[in-house]
């Protein structure tokens, strides 16, 4: 019977519970302080050190001539520190009058934060002075909001350059996450601003504090200095604003579309116009859920940048391609005539029409390129056929991006055989689609952008700049990055097709389709396109350059349900390259008008103009 | 019975005065640390008024060293009657602190009765033990000794101050194992919390009765009516733990809870445990320097004078000055237990050993607690937590040691 252990055993046995006590203390003491020693160091740092960023000035956007796009200025932004607000729906009740924002919205914004709860989530920036002072009045009322004296972006050619420019907005949790963003910084989500994001930003300055566990801030850190911001580099864009606003305003408020203006010899956009258009400085500040929901809803799309991401068939601009296409080929010459145009062409049981229902008669290449005829070109797109045709629109580059320096371009669309075959079956569609796609139509569709790099290279001896809205990044110590121009591709067309191509266009605008459109001044070459739309009346195309022999400047607009290519894009284009020549001193200026006095308030002075 | 002036530093009473006062002056040190930046100015002089509690507190103990161990022995009733009495009269005039009554306040100072009375128990025990002229084995003696822990815990836990009843109860199982209590009597005692905590889940309390009906049982070899009540003990105790849960005070309960899982609610009552692992943790080997943790200055550990004093420490001197303090208490240990061994007289041997296992289950149960082993349980660790009344206490037990020791030879 194990009853009673002897005294000495007793001593032992309790000395021997004893030792083993205080090698497991021992043991964590040591597990604690030397293994988790790095990772409960780290916790005490972060226990007492509160990181305050302090947010860099974001990089200006200037043109080509250093006028200012896009600037941030000062204004003040209204936080609220998650973790010293306790009943958070019953503040933003209190708030949201005064902030002139949906008290859901605060509620959302302040919920949406799951860490670090002690560092401000922006609620809202760009609050006017007035409604600051209240906020600051009322500090007893409104614990754990606080504001700031910040930066907002501005935009000072708002509407002309949306769709370029783009717009900033607030770093999210899921963001920050990825790419290591403050939550709540500002960062670029369309256009350039997001595009050149990583040197517009700058880098924040941080101001590191010691603070107790009741959030008392202690003061600074000796062994850790704080950081001065570093503000972003500046952008200089290859946007010359006059001949950006002289496009924009060829198309008013009404007309729908895209206009771009190149130099084809090295890629560089001067004018990107893209309509209808929106405020970026809605974004900047910030957007209420209405505002932005009449933008999104809007039918005419303002915010769908169509220069680079619609797509529209490109009517008889793309015959120049056909017409490339056969020429090298070898299977006509400048000479070739085919059957004379009698207003239409009969292909077995359908009728196919010319636009122009008086007939051409018959023409040769350079003659039927002039008048845009239809009916040479259904023949030649015939004698071509669809598999030589799409081997060299894929040539072209008409399946790929531009490699515009604008997120978010789309890729038109160049059928092939394969892609008839998986779209209709494999016997139910012809060669009939040749007649379509021979004249810029059918399934053939091209984004602006797409078509205005293939006459760029048409036109610059067959070599394809990239294009680009960058012209240089300069870095507030001053170094400077220009932008190296880039070969996109080659043509696959030798010199003599160039020639006779360029002959063709430079006859559209000597005596051709676009003859209205030509300038005394000024040589000029182009192609008129009238594309058919099921949703509506015809875009009107027009693709120009000038001058004919060393073309500086090329022009490719499109207007939406328009009509005629020779009617609406050509004077567009027009209108753009004399203000271009006015700037060279080619043309020469017309007298400046008479100055009237204002006829309405100053303040109205853009509603005005508009009419 | 002669009053004895003998020098009270012969037989090494020297080395466990330098070791107590070792730990006394860390516990300046550390408190002077942990409060000198406190928002509260009346907490920024602890260190001073523990300095003057040490300067008492080494006049108790030569007077511990040199009054006679006998006399106490005969003075036993009384300072148990005066701990009781007490105890009771907190209920009606103590202080309230925490949701708790456990102090008497006299001025700037403070008189826990809960720490006098664990002097007082131990003297009546050890008294009972060698007076009783039953076997051990008895249990009439059992239920008498049962009797005098239960009057004292009952009213420590009435305050409520659960930490000092599980130290009584603790003190007592030791010194009954001491005087030579069958082991199948202490599983009498132990087997029923085992039983509790096991019945907070139905299947570990079936393991829990098939381990003691099947190992247990077998092993103490015992009558069936012995077998038949701690079965039964066993069975109440467990089926009725659900109700004591229940009875527990929220933040007692909240403790246990948050001892199983401290993560649950870091920003909560969690954030003790958290806080203080990670001023330990965060100490490192050497620390972080005198006056320099940045876990104790810039307020993130709770209670840092009192129960957390051992994180300040390991923050600020790291698992070097943790070392050293565990070493220093496993020294008094040591000899404590060895007095306990040597001594010739039951009742020396039986104060000797209830005032070592008070302070041992003290220091294990404190340091358990801020390394994170134990749930939190409010017991202060000896000689270094702030507090005159634990550290007087202290120092009285580290003198009855010294006192066992040197009158080792003295028979009853």
Same mark, same amino acid.
């Given at each position: 019977m194990v009853d009673q252990v002897p005294k000495t055993s007793r001593g032992w046995i309790l000395t021997g519970g004893l030792i083993a006590a205080i090698l497991l203390i021992l043991a964590k003491l040591i597990y604690l302080q030397v293994f988790q020693y790095k990772y409960y160091f780290q916790i005490s740092e972060e226990n007492r050190i509160r990181v305050l960023p302090r947010s860099a000035m974001r990089g200006k956007i200037v043109d080509r001539e250093g006028r200012l796009l896009a600037s941030d200025r000062p204004a003040y932004t209204v936080s609220i520190i998650p973790s010293e607000v306790s009943k958070i729906d019953y503040l933003a009740g209190e708030l949201a009058p005064l902030l002139e924002m949906d008290e859901k919205a605060i509620v959302r914004k302040v919920a949406d934060r799951r860490t670090r709860k002690y560092e401000p989530v922006a609620i809202r920036r760009d609050l006017s002075f007035p409604a600051v002072c209240i906020i600051e009045e009322s500090n007893e009322l409104f614990p754990g909001v606080i504001y700031q004296l910040d930066q907002t972006r501005t935009y000072y050619y708002g509407k002309s350059l949306c769709h370029l420019i783009g717009y900033t907005g607030e770093v999210d949790e899921r963001e920050a996450k990825d790419q290591q963003y403050r939550v709540g910084s500002i960062i670029g989500r369309a256009g350039v601003e997001r595009q050149y994001d990583q040197f517009l930003r700058g880098i924040d300055g941080i101001d590191y504090l010691e603070v107790s566990a009741t959030g008392r801030i202690i003061g600074p850190l000796d062994d850790r200095p704080s950081k001065d911001p570093l503000m972003g580099d500046e952008l200089a864009l290859t946007i010359d604003m006059d001949l950006q606003m002289a496009a924009d305003s060829c198309f008013g408020d009404t007309l729908s579309g895209a206009a771009i203006f190149l130099d084809p010899k090295t890629g560089e956009i001067l004018a990107l116009v893209s309509k209808p258009t929106y405020d970026p400085n809605l974004f900047a500040g910030f957007v209420s859920r209405s505002e932005y929901q009449s933008l999104a809803g809007d039918e005419r799309l303002p915010l769908f940048d169509r220069t680079i991401r619609g797509t529209y068939p490109p009517g008889s601009t793309a015959k120049i391609l056909t017409a490339g296409a056969a020429l090298e080929e070898g299977l006509i010459t400048p000479e070739t005539h085919f059957g004379a145009c009698r207003g239409g062409y009969q292909f077995g049981n359908r009728f196919f029409k010319c636009w122009d229902k008086r007939g051409h008669g018959s023409l040769g290449l350079l003659a039927a390129i002039e008048q845009s005829c239809d009916v040479y070109f259904y023949q030649l797109g015939l004698k071509l056929g669809l598999e030589k045709w799409s081997k060299y629109a894929r040539a072209c580059g008409f399946d790929q991006t531009t490699g515009l320096d604008i997120p978010g371009e789309k890729i038109g669309h160049a059928p092939d055989e394969n892609w008839y075959e998986k779209t209709y079956g494999k016997y139910n569609w012809n060669k009939s689609v040749m007649l379509n796609l021979g004249i810029g139509q059918g399934e053939f569709l091209v984004t602006p952008i797409e078509l205005a790099q293939f006459y760029a290279g048409i036109v610059n001896h067959g070599v394809v700049m990239k294009p680009h809205v960058m012209r240089y990044l300069r870095t507030p110590k001053g170094e400077t990055n220009y932008y190296h121009a880039e070969i996109a591709r080659g043509l696959p067309f030798s010199e003599e097709t160039l020639e006779i191509l360029k002959e063709g266009l430079y006859r559209v605008v000597q005596s051709g389709t676009a003859a209205r459109s030509r300038i005394p001044e000024v040589t000029m070459g182009g192609k008129t396109g009238t594309a058919q739309n099921p949703h509506g009346e015809d875009h009107s195309w027009f693709v120009g350059y000038a001058p004919a022999l060393d073309p500086q400047i090329l022009g490719c607009v499109i207007v939406e349900n328009a009509g005629h290519g020779s009617t609406v894009a050509a004077p567009f284009v027009k209108a753009v390259f004399i203000k271009f020549f006015q700037k060279k001193g080619i043309i020469k200026m017309p007298p400046p008008p008479t100055p009237m006095p204002p006829l309405v308030s100053a303040g109205n002075g853009v509603n005005g103009a508009a009419n | 019975m002669v009053l004895q002036t003998r020098n009270p530093f012969t037989s090494g009473g020297w080395s466990m005065f330098v070791a107590g006062a070792l730990l006394t002056i860390i516990s300046i040190l550390l408190v002077y640390s942990a409060n000198q930046n406190s928002p509260d100015p009346r907490l920024q002089d602890d260190w001073g008024k523990q300095i003057i509690w040490f300067v008492l507190a080494a006049g108790v103990f030569f007077a511990t060293t040199a009054i006679p161990l006998r006399m106490h022995e005969i003075f036993a009733p009384i300072y148990y009657g005066i701990a009781i009495i007490m105890l009771l009269g907190l209920i009606l005039f103590g202080a309230s602190m925490f949701g708790a009554q456990r102090w008497y306040s006299l001025g700037a100072f403070s008189i826990q009765p809960a720490e006098i009375g664990k002097v007082a128990f131990i003297f009546m025990l050890a008294r009972y033990l060698t007076y009783s002229r039953r076997p051990i084995s008895s249990l009439k003696k059992i239920a008498a000794a049962s009797a005098i822990c239960g009057v004292i815990t009952l009213l420590v836990v009435r305050q409520p101050d659960l930490g000092s009843a599980v130290v009584f109860a603790v003190v007592f199982l030791v010194m009954m194992f001491w005087e030579g209590m069958p082991v199948k009597y202490l599983l009498l005692f132990i087997t029923p919390v085992a039983s509790m905590i096991a019945s907070s889940s139905m299947i570990a309390w079936i393991v829990f009765f098939a381990l003691l009906i099947f190992a247990v049982v077998p092993l103490i070899r015992s009558s069936l009516a012995f077998t038949i009540t701690l079965v039964a003990i066993n069975l109440a105790v467990g089926a009725f733990s659900s109700i004591a849960w229940n009875r527990l005070h929220d933040y007692q309960q909240m403790r246990i809870k948050i001892f199983l899982d401290p993560g649950q609610d870091p920003l909560g009552a969690g954030y003790q445990i958290i806080q203080s692992k990670v001023a330990i943790g965060s100490g &490192? $080997? $050497? &620390?972080?320097g005198y006056l320099a943790g940045s876990q104790n200055k810039l307020d993130f550990l709770p209670l840092r004078h009192t129960d957390f004093i051992f994180s300040v420490a390991a923050e600020e001197f790291g698992m070097l000055g943790g070392v050293v303090i565990i070493a220093l208490f496993a020294y008094i240990f040591h000899r404590g237990i060895r007095a306990a061994m040597k001594s010739r007289n039951s009742f020396s041997a039986l104060v000797a050993i209830g005032a070592t296992s008070a302070l041992a289950f003290q220091m294990l149960v404190n340091i358990g607690m801020v390394l994170g082993l134990l749930p939190v349980a409010g017991v202060p660790l000896p000689f270094v937590s702030y507090g005159g009344s634990s550290l007087l206490v202290s120092w009285v037990f580290l003198g009855l040691v010294v006192n066992a020791e040197r009158n080792w030879q003295e028979y009853s």
């Open positions: - | &490192g $080997l $050497l &620390g972080k």
